[in-house]
């Protein structure tokens, strides 16, 4: 198959194409951090309607979005919200056009109404859904970033751990999350592509861990890791506020998660 990778540079994204070239598979690469022409928002883009073209599957993984502090400070933007209607209308008219094979990378956030991202998502969940492609949702995925702004809390804690010797929360930490490591998402992903006429697009497809940790716990990984100091503050969080609706475990039928949460935090340390 010849894979298309939309935010092939994204965190997924990287994990996404290693992964899949070690299957031995194609890969097309698409996002503005190769060059400023990869820009989704851009309409009407000749090397994309290329890419799309002579694709077998494509992943819709690009989109403008980051971790807890990079939403609290632009979600509510124009500029955020116009990005992603823009990415979302040029991407999905090519997919229309073309009648390919897709995921839509979505987020466990698409059923919180107050969350503009996850309002987003949910509108990308409707169009994906109306053109026959499986929705796909990430629950606090985490791997290699290079984008500090938009970079997530596991890789916040492990590069302030290693370069400064102490952990500053932004939260007190007792909000809990369920944490996936990127390489079993890719192996999630590529699992469904080989599957993909046979999957039901009646199944709610929530690609986590099933477990739930708190940050405090998290913090406490990577403190056993490199013996750092944990500075809490006292706000709660204001991103999810705290949400912790259960996840669908219809995915198991297609994928199992293997990867323990101290395994992955250990990896992704060592690749820092």
């Not at 965190?11 to 820009?39: K, M, S, T």
């Not at 690009?62 to 502090?69: E, I, L, S």
């Not at 124009?78 to 090519?94: A, E």
């Not at 009646?202 to 913090?219: Q, R, Y």
């Amino acid at each position: 198959m010849r894979h298309l990778v939309l935010g092939s540079s994204g965190q997924i994204g990287a994990h996404l194409i290693h992964y899949l070239r070690n299957q031995g598979e194609e890969v097309l690469e698409f996002d503005i951090l190769n060059e400023d022409y990869q820009d989704l928002r851009e309409s009407n883009n000749p090397l994309l309607e290329s890419y799309m073209e002579h694709s077998d599957m494509v992943y819709f993984l690009a989109f403008d979005v980051g971790g807890a502090k990079y939403l609290e400070r632009y979600q509510d933007s124009y500029d955020f919200m116009m990005n992603n209607m823009r990415i979302m209308t040029n991407t999905f008219d090519l997919l229309s056009k073309y009648n390919l094979p897709f995921m839509f990378a979505s987020s466990q956030m698409s059923e919180m109404s107050y969350s503009t991202y996850g309002v987003l998502k949910s509108l990308g969940e409707r169009l994906t859904k109306s053109l026959g492609g499986l929705v796909v949702r990430f629950w606090n995925v985490y791997g290699y970033e290079t984008d500090e702004e938009k970079s997530h809390v596991i890789t916040d804690f492990i590069k302030m751990a290693k370069y400064e010797g102490e952990i500053n929360m932004r939260t007190n930490g007792e909000e809990s999350r369920q944490f996936l490591y990127a390489d079993d998402a890719c192996e999630c992903l590529y699992k469904l592509s080989q599957q993909y006429p046979l999957v039901s697009r009646m199944k709610d497809l929530h690609i986590t861990s099933f477990k739930w940790s708190t940050i405090n716990e998290v913090a406490d990984i990577v403190d056993v890791l490199s013996s750092c100091k944990i500075n809490r503050a006292d706000r709660e969080d204001q991103t999810q506020q705290n949400a912790m609706n259960e996840p669908s475990k219809d995915i198991l039928e297609y994928w199992k998660p293997k990867i323990k949460l101290e395994e992955g935090i250990t990896k992704l340390y060592n690749l820092y």
